[in-house]
């Protein structure tokens, strides 16, 4: 649908209005606004119209705001007016996922799909026969469909990453605690997170991830957060002055990729040393994606209330649940078969110290191979049909570290049949190149833990090499 031009051929938005939510980034956008070019009634109008034509064709929101936006936007105008501003997002419409809590609005959470028996099922923008991923689908459709200047999703095993490399859209996941999120709920007993959850931006520009960043950790969030890491943003040398050496992550054996995706990270490494920055191949058993994924679903499902809950209330499990539990129970998971008939205390000091090897093993490979960042794949997969995703091995293991990760869209899916074949103790969602053609492809980009400024600026390096010429538009 987005190919379609469906929001043009509507009729509902004027020149201008498809000229404000299309032709500028978020710095242009924001620099239109603070100059009067662009009132902030204007943009609020333009991008509501796309939203509420948005969600008719992909049911990507629950709550719309549009008459309480325009007021504000209304009060937004009148200080510039008079010389100034609320901040350095003034006037910016911004979108949030539904399980923030809103004053005078309901929430929900444990979406793990964005399908679900109240809302139903959000659509991929590009192909309504794929999914828009989960949990911040709805996100990452709105965005896509540039039903907002930026998304504001979550992110505990990849709702931010995998929603943004379903739908073609940038997407940051920063070291937890940089953006506040103190006191909004989770699936899970709050008193006990051993992978807790962090907020972070979606966008259509790489640009705009940071400008977000920068606006939140400027405002010091701690005064209002006690969670909050008091941390401010720091400004850093431009990494496009030098060349980089990055890390790459591989395939593991055991969680095999999707043909068009390896093609596709194959192409950005080669795009990559082209522009002469040095790629360090690193090996699976560096990375430990596998154990990583094994000590992650261990230490998440040490508490079973939100499956005791849906269990009691009697309530039919939605078809993405059921096959995301299939596949946890079909993994091997023999690095943590050491835990099985301990106590949960137990069971939890345990994972903890496997937790602890994964990390300082990570540790020893940034010193030790003197990285400046990691390129890695964001999923096994592109979008994939609708209840079909599997574990989130590539995002997940970067939670157990809590290291920040940013999601960059690289070409598409060319649907071209291939041989690709699961072998035993192999997991993966089912490969169906003609269904898939089209989908957005992307490449993921981390740091390690608290340089989320550095991750952001190499990330942008990145995506400045995988943009020269048409490189970003190729199939693969």
């Not at 400004?235 to 596709?264: C, F, N, T, W, Y």
Request: charge should be negative; proline fraction near 6%.
């Amino acid at each position: 649908m987005v190919e379609l031009n469906a929001f043009r051929e509507s009729g509902i938005l004027s020149e201008r209005e498809l000229r404000i939510t299309e032709q500028y980034n978020v710095a242009e956008l924001l620099g239109l606004i603070s100059s009067g070019e662009i009132t902030a009634l204007e943009a609020t109008l333009a991008f509501s119209k796309r939203a509420a034509i948005a969600q008719q064709l992909t049911n990507c929101l629950t709550e719309t705001y549009f008459p309480q936006a325009q007021q504000r936007a209304k009060q937004l105008d009148l200080l510039r007016e008079n010389g100034e501003t609320v901040g350095p997002l003034h006037g910016l419409p911004i979108s949030l996922k539904d399980t923030f809590q809103i004053k005078g609005s309901e929430a929900t959470i444990d979406i793990n799909d964005s399908d679900n028996n109240v809302f139903g099922r959000t659509l991929n923008p590009w192909n309504t026969a794929l999914t828009a991923g989960g949990s911040s689908g709805g996100e990452g459709a709105l965005i896509a469909m540039r039903g907002a200047a930026i998304g504001v999703g979550t992110d505990v095993a990849g709702s931010i990453r995998i929603p943004a490399l379903c739908c073609g859209t940038y997407g940051f996941r920063p070291t937890t605690g940089r953006i506040p999120y103190g006191k909004q709920r989770g699936c899970a007993n709050p008193g006990f997170r051993p992978i807790p959850p962090c907020a972070g931006p979606l966008s259509n520009d790489i640009d705009s991830l940071r400008i977000f960043m920068k606006a939140v950790l400027s405002a010091n969030p701690r005064r209002y957060d006690a969670t909050a890491t008091d941390v401010p943003w720091r400004e850093i040398q431009g990494s496009s002055a030098r060349k980089l050496r990055l890390g790459l992550v591989p395939e593991d054996p055991r969680i095999p990729l999707h043909p068009p995706v390896q093609a596709a990270l194959k192409e950005a490494v080669h795009l990559l040393e082209k522009q002469g920055h040095e790629i360090v191949k690193l090996s699976p058993e560096e990375c430990r994606v596998d154990q990583a994924c094994q000590v992650s679903w261990s230490l998440l499902g040490l508490d079973d209330m939100p499956n005791r809950r849906v269990l009691e209330a009697g309530e039919t499990a939605v078809p993405s649940r059921l096959r995301f539990q299939q596949a946890i129970s079909k993994m091997g998971m023999e690095h943590v078969a050491d835990i099985h008939g301990l106590d949960p205390l137990q069971k939890y000091a345990a994972l903890t110290v496997k937790r602890a090897s994964i990390a300082d093993d990570w540790n020893q490979l940034w010193v030790s191979k003197r990285l400046d960042a990691v390129v890695a794949p964001a999923a096994q997969n592109s979008a994939v049909e609708h209840d079909e995703f599997n574990v989130p091995a590539y995002t997940v293991f970067l939670n157990l570290l809590d290291y920040p990760a940013c999601v960059i869209p690289f070409g598409k899916v060319a649907g071209i049949e291939v041989n690709f074949k699961v072998g035993s103790g192999q997991s993966t969602p089912q490969y169906n190149p003609k269904a898939l053609e089209g989908a957005p492809l992307s490449i993921q980009v981390f740091t390690s833990s608290m340089r989320d400024e550095e991750c952001l600026d190499v990330a942008k390096v990145v995506d400045e090499c995988l943009r020269q010429g048409d490189s970003h538009k190729a199939r693969f």
